[in-house]
Nanobody, 114 residues
Framework: VQLVESGGGSVQAGGSLRLSCAAS????????MSWVRQAPGKRLERVAA????????HYADSVKGRFTISRDNGKSTLYLQLSNLKSEDTATYYC?????????RGQGTQVTVS
């Protein structure tokens, strides 16, 4: 299993970013996936999840209405659109092969909001 996140960066508050997670080593279209994040000194937080078919979605209250999770099973890629970013969104973001955020994760991509 390999998950490679990309798309992070530094943005001003109110800005947007699109994160991607390229998956390999497993049947991506059979797997529920999620995005989790961890800020320095804070616990890992699941921010969004999506089932294998892309029909069922879950968002943490802290990001609801601002983040959008999606997937392209043909490309084995998971996405997270981040909009109206706030300073408290600053964290390392990981994709996870799981619904609950506790599965295998990639190396992460840093998002910094100033």
């Amino acid at each position: 299993v390999q998950l490679v996140e990309s798309g992070g960066g530094s943005v001003q508050a109110g800005g947007s970013l699109r994160l991607s997670c390229a998956a390999s080593g497993f049947i991506f279209s059979d797997a529920a996936m999620s995005w989790v994040r961890q800020a320095p000194g804070k616990r890992l937080e699941r921010v969004a999840a999506i089932n294998s078919g892309g029909i069922y979605l879950h968002y943490a209250d802290s990001v609801k209405g601002r983040f959008t999770i999606s997937r392209d099973n043909g490309k084995s890629t998971l996405y997270l659109q981040l909009s109206n970013l706030k300073s408290e969104d600053t964290a390392t973001y990981y994709c996870s092969r799981s619904w609950g955020g506790d599965g295998v994760r990639g190396q992460g991509t840093q998002v910094t909001v100033s």
